[in-house]
DNA sequence: AGCGTGACAGCAAGCGCTTTCTATCTGATG
DNA sequence: CATCAGATAGAAAGCGCTTGCTGTCACGCT
């Protein structure tokens, strides 16, 4: 069998109590004694138990990220910051945690059974982050899952995400985001727009659209149905609506995506149709991946601070920094204008 | 309190043990009780405790996927793909498995750490994706503690990693890869060839560089030690090592890129140098990650089948489906000839 | 000398679940 | 009608660790 606390303390010579505070730093242990207690670890290769522990402690050291899609460098980024955040010393002494990403893709179902499965493990944290989807049953049951766990003593915090009652949250303002970078573009001269949005049911995709919307209402233009078309957050999806817009109206000056991925797939499929950007058709992306500055011309965008919001919500989860007022912090993007985006051909 | 099992059972009228059994489902239970069991759980929100239930039955339901950049779509591809294969029911009935990712950074330290939470978890499997550090010692520790995961039940596979005796492995064929680009480079008339190198001390860099250099030796190309540069994996590195190569030997013709990242920041630097691609310089890059294609001109490389090998060490992880004969699998990549590469200018 | 006071160390009671072994009941069988 | 197999349900013994409480010393004080 494996090594046991017990197998410890035996060669140690102390009872398992001993060898647990050693381990666990939190109770006076003679010096001469954790050194005895140490090197019997060492050479018995001990790794403590973590079920055991857990349980008896009613603590773990688990600490879940849920994600959108993992494969994206969006979520990607955000994730890795988080992790950052999380992997050094927290609460317990020695404490290792375990940060765990979870890939949901975008399912609401499977969001819920990674929440059940790490409220079933006790985690102690918990961060979700990107969009949520908007259905009012799955809200609900979000809602209450966040609400348990947080009962339970799991900290919980939204990152990129809209805020909820149950949770602290780091909010991107993709509604002000939308809005600058359509002012940006009427600004340009632009006055047909088309708009390539994400998943209908997503709040990022709504929010960024009523940015969109609200540049253009402001500025008295009155936008066409034909001119929204709605998709995935993927380039395939920019490719086909690209199309899609131009053959409902080729007379489009520019094209906003709903993210930068979906961005890069509407500029293969503008020079695919022998457009060019930007002289035929601007185009305009959203996140500021890091791949977008290399595009060519490179995509004007905004910018969200990923890697920011997502340190910041890990230190949040671990209890190293004050929540913010309200529990809700509201992050700006910074519009970045690039060569993807210029004054309009005349007619 | 949290509900416990004891709970249900008192609610449902039945012992604890009886609750237990409709719960794993792996003995008979009248249907009458289970309903009555099923019902309470639900009333009464019930979710299993995970550390207790691990600790009993000396499983866990915990999956450990390794990645070195979980920013980098190269992982969250394979990560991404692994996990769908893990998410669904394994070996215990009903059996949701938490699969979770853990981001190194490419540290061996933080691989070691990671290892040992998962051991201390008692994960049910591990799966170690991307290129290993070429260090004996540290070789030596991870061999180790794959050795006593592997002794302790849990599956270890390694994922585009090279083999190693203690585990599963599907490879990529690294070196084969980069020997097929770089003859493809030199079959178009290319004879001063600059190779931008990942980061010095691990086995991708290597394999890749060897193949690069194999093709050379083939065809009697005697190569110049300026025309390398080592680097990291991503685009900054290749920004700058081609200003490197650029200024070491401004007569080069092609620029191999470790990866797709780094390609793209050779052509960034190209571009900002006035150089023309493929007219000037030819680039090429290894991955075909999904952005490969949308740059402009998009991008000669090496597709490797990430979504494929990662579903695949994934079902073996879950013991899905029989390992390779030997132990080892070898995946070939496959050479996308595109825009970036094209016949050198005469000279 | 007597005793309060720290500083350590150990005992033992769980933490909430799984699982072996045993008990009970129902039909079916001869 | 006695007997036995089969099908369920329960009792209880842990799984390996944490921690409240109880010693046990060695000092230093009055």
Chains 1, 2 share one sequence.
């Not at 805020?163 to 600004?187: K, Q, Y």
């Not at 058709?281 to 060519?296: K, Q, R, Y």
């Amino acid at each position: 069998m494996t090594v046991t606390l017990a197998d410890v303390a035996a060669r140690a010579q102390v009872s398992p109590a001993t060898v647990s505070r050693v381990l666990n730093g939190n109770y006076p242990v003679a010096a001469s004694t954790r050194e005895r207690v140490l090197k019997a670890v060492d050479e018995l290769d001990y790794v403590l138990n973590g079920p055991a522990s857990a349980l008896a402690a009613a603590t773990s050291d688990l600490v879940g990220i849920l994600v959108n899609d993992i494969a994206d460098p969006f979520f990607g980024i955000m994730a890795s910051a988080i992790q950052s955040e999380i992997g050094g010393p927290g609460g317990r002494a020695g404490g290792e945690r375990l940060a765990v990403v979870c890939n949901t893709g975008g399912s609401p179902e499977r969001e819920l059974t990674y929440l059940t499965l790490l409220q079933r493990q006790r985690a102690a944290a918990v961060v979700l982050t990107g969009g949520a989807v908007e259905d009012a049953a799955h809200g609900a049951a979000v809602g209450n899952k966040l609400r348990r766990l947080a009962e339970a003593g799991t900290r919980v915090v939204l990152c990129g995400r809209p805020p909820a009652p149950e949770a602290i949250a780091i909010t991107f303002d993709n509604r002000g985001g939308g809005r600058e970078l359509t002012e940006h573009l009427i600004g340009l001269g632009h006055r047909r727009l088309g708009y390539i949005a994400g998943p209908e049911e997503r709040t990022t995709t709504r929010h960024r659209l009523e940015g969109h919307r609200a540049a253009l209402a402001a500025h008295g233009i009155e936008e066409d149905p034909r001119w929204t078309v709605y998709g995935r957050y993927d380039r395939r999806s920019g490719y086909e609506a690209t199309l899609e817009l131009l053959r409902r109206d080729p007379s489009l000056t520019a094209v906003v995506a709903a993210n930068d991925t979906v961005a890069l797939g509407a500029c293969a499929a503008l020079r695919d149709s022998g457009l060019r950007i930007p002289d035929d058709v601007s185009v305009a992306g959203f996140d500021d991946l890091p791949f977008s500055i290399d595009a060519v011309p490179s995509l004007t965008t905004v910018r969200l601070p990923l890697s920011e919001a997502g340190a910041r919500a890990g230190r949040i989860a671990m209890g190293r920094e004050e929540p913010p007022p309200g529990g809700i912090a509201t992050v700006r993007g910074e519009l970045m204008v690039r060569g993807s985006s210029g004054v309009p051909r005349v007619g």
